[in-house]
């Protein structure tokens, strides 16, 4: 899942994005306000995390420009203690929740966990296809009841996979999840991680249907057949 954050204070949008990146995800930030409009409309997030407070361009203005542009990225609102006045201006202009700072990492994870939950399908914390099943809050993945050990960008891809099993998915959709702006993606890389997940997820269980496929000329599939 890939997360931008847009806040000036550099200490807490640092800490931010090196806290999630340590949770398997794919962080930009923004350290202003237009920066961070401009990469909210261009780039395809599955949440924001947006301080009201900012040079160029206020977290407000952001989300109500992000609604009216028609981007419905699930927006998470940082609020400086006390401004009660904002979170309810926040809620009006499109935000989908807001934490008061200070505030424990714990619960900005678990929020975002939360808000990145809500599409149509309501998807709980533990993801499954057949016989294979991955926890987002304990990292916990098996397959057939045998614990399955993935390095982080392997259980980045697989969440995002398993979020739109049998669905085809692009390269371009992939990268755009699970890597961030600054990765350094060469054209084979998602080929490659599909590679190391089969190896994990199908080769060792080789009386099992094969649960990644290749569409050949599309993109990849996780899904119980072809
Ligand atoms: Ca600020």
Redesign the pocket.
Known sequence: MRVLVV???HKIANSIKRGLEQEAFAVDVAYDGKSGFALALAEDYDAIVL????PEMDGLEICKQLRASKVHTPVLILTAKGQLYDKVNGLNAGADDYLVKPFAFAELLARLRALMRRPKESLGSILTIEDLSLNTLTYEVTRAGKPIELSKKEFALLEYMLRHKNRILTKDQIINHVWDYDADILPNTVEVYIGYLRNKIDKPFKDRTPLIHTVRGFGYKIGSDK
């Open positions: 806040e000036d204070e301080d009201l407070m900012l």
